[in-house]
C-alpha cells in the first residue's frame, strides 16, 4: 500500500493467539475423566463471554481491577453454577491458562516479516504481566508491550489508543491497529489510526460464532498475518 504506516499494534488475544484451543486444552487436562459430557468448547465461550461483559460494563471511573481477578471470579461463577467440582489449585491452573496462550500458526512467521520494516506493539487489555507471560510462551517478536493496565481503562476507551500513540512517538495516522475485532480497530479509525481487520474464523471453535467477514471500511482485510505481511509489502 501507498504511503505506509510507521508501526503496527496488535490486539493479542484471538487476533495473535489462539485462546479457544489453547483454554479448552486446558480445561480438559484440568478436569481429567471427570465430567465426559460437558461440552468444554461451550464452556470456554461462555467464560471469555463473561469477561467481555465484566470489563465492557464496567463504570468509567471505577477503580482498576486486573483482567487477572475478572478471569479467575467469572470462572468461580461459571463452575460453581455448573456444580464442577475442582479444587483451588485446579481453578488456579485453568485461570492461569489466559496468559499461557499458543499463537496462531501465521502469528510468528507473519510477524518476523512485518518487523524488518514496522515498529511493532500489542495493544491489548490483557493485564501486562500476562501479555508478557504470553510473548514469552509464543516467542513474538515485538517491540514494545503496551496494554490497557497502563491507563486504567479498557479498549475501546480512546485512552488506552492514546497512550500507544504517545509512548511511540507518533501521529495516530502512522499507525495501523491491527486485530479480529470490529469494535477495537473501528474505535482506532474514530481517533485517526489506520485499521487491518483479520479474520479469525475459528476464534471461538465454531465459524458460525465469529464476525469474520471483511468490510470496505477498513484500509487493509487480510486473512492472516502472513497475508498482511504480503499486503505491505513486507
Same mark, same amino acid.
Given at each position: 500500500m501507498n504511503?505506509?504506516?510507521?508501526? =503496527?499494534l496488535f490486539?493479542?488475544?484471538g487476533? &495473535?493467539t489462539?485462546?479457544?484451543?489453547?483454554?479448552? @486444552?486446558?480445561?480438559?487436562?484440568?478436569a481429567?475423566d471427570?465430567y465426559?459430557?460437558?461440552d468444554w468448547?461451550a !464452556?470456554v465461550?461462555?467464560? %471469555?463471554?463473561a469477561? +467481555?461483559?465484566e470489563?465492557?460494563?464496567r463504570p468509567? @471511573?471505577?477503580?482498576?481491577?486486573?483482567v487477572a481477578?475478572v478471569?479467575?471470579?467469572?470462572?468461580?461463577t461459571l463452575?460453581d453454577?455448573?456444580?464442577f467440582?475442582?479444587?483451588?489449585?485446579? %481453578?488456579?491452573e485453568? &485461570?492461569?491458562? /489466559?496468559?499461557?496462550l499458543? $499463537? /496462531? $500458526?501465521?502469528?510468528?512467521?507473519?510477524? *518476523?516479516?512485518?518487523?524488518? *520494516?514496522f515498529? =511493532?506493539?500489542? =495493544?491489548?487489555?490483557a493485564?501486562v504481566s &500476562?501479555?508478557? *507471560?504470553?510473548s514469552?510462551?509464543g516467542?513474538l517478536?515485538w517491540?514494545?508491550? +503496551?496494554?490497557?493496565?497502563?491507563? #486504567?481503562? !479498557?479498549k475501546?476507551?480512546?485512552?488506552?489508543? @492514546?497512550?500507544?500513540?504517545?509512548y511511540? #512517538?507518533l501521529?495516530p495516522?502512522d499507525?495501523?491497529?491491527?486485530?479480529s @475485532?470490529?469494535y477495537?480497530?473501528?474505535?482506532?479509525?474514530g481517533?485517526?489510526f489506520?485499521?487491518a +481487520?483479520?479474520a479469525?474464523?475459528?476464534?471461538?471453535?465454531? $465459524?458460525?460464532?465469529?464476525?469474520?467477514? !471483511?468490510?470496505s471500511e477498513f484500509?487493509?482485510? &487480510?486473512?492472516? +498475518?502472513?497475508d498482511?505481511?504480503? *499486503? =505491505?509489502?513486507c
Amino acid at each position: 500500500m501507498n504511503d505506509r504506516p510507521k508501526a =503496527l499494534l496488535f490486539d493479542v488475544q484471538g487476533t &495473535a493467539t489462539d485462546f479457544h484451543s489453547t483454554i479448552r @486444552h486446558a480445561a480438559t487436562a484440568v478436569a481429567g475423566d471427570r465430567y465426559p459430557d460437558v461440552d468444554w468448547s461451550a !464452556f470456554v465461550n461462555d467464560w %471469555r463471554a463473561a469477561y +467481555f461483559e465484566e470489563t465492557s460494563s464496567r463504570p468509567k @471511573h471505577a477503580a482498576w481491577e486486573s483482567v487477572a481477578v475478572v478471569y479467575r471470579r467469572t470462572l468461580d461463577t461459571l463452575l460453581d453454577a455448573r456444580g464442577f467440582e475442582l479444587g483451588e489449585a485446579e %481453578r488456579a491452573e485453568l &485461570a492461569g491458562a /489466559w496468559a499461557r496462550l499458543d $499463537p /496462531w $500458526p501465521d502469528t510468528v512467521p507473519g510477524l *518476523q516479516r512485518l518487523r524488518k *520494516q514496522f515498529t =511493532l506493539a500489542t =495493544l491489548s487489555n490483557a493485564d501486562v504481566s &500476562a501479555v508478557v *507471560q504470553i510473548s514469552r510462551h509464543g516467542d513474538l517478536p515485538w517491540h514494545a508491550i +503496551f496494554a490497557a493496565e497502563m491507563v #486504567g481503562v !479498557f479498549k475501546p476507551d480512546p485512552r488506552t489508543y @492514546h497512550l500507544a500513540a504517545h509512548y511511540l #512517538g507518533l501521529e495516530p495516522a502512522d499507525i495501523m491497529m491491527v486485530a479480529s @475485532h470490529k469494535y477495537d480497530i473501528r474505535a482506532a479509525a474514530g481517533l485517526g489510526f489506520r485499521t487491518a +481487520f483479520i479474520a479469525r474464523p475459528l476464534e471461538y471453535g465454531d $465459524p458460525a460464532l465469529a464476525d469474520a467477514g !471483511f468490510s470496505s471500511e477498513f484500509d487493509i482485510n &487480510a486473512t492472516d +498475518f502472513v497475508d498482511l505481511a504480503d *499486503q =505491505l509489502d513486507c
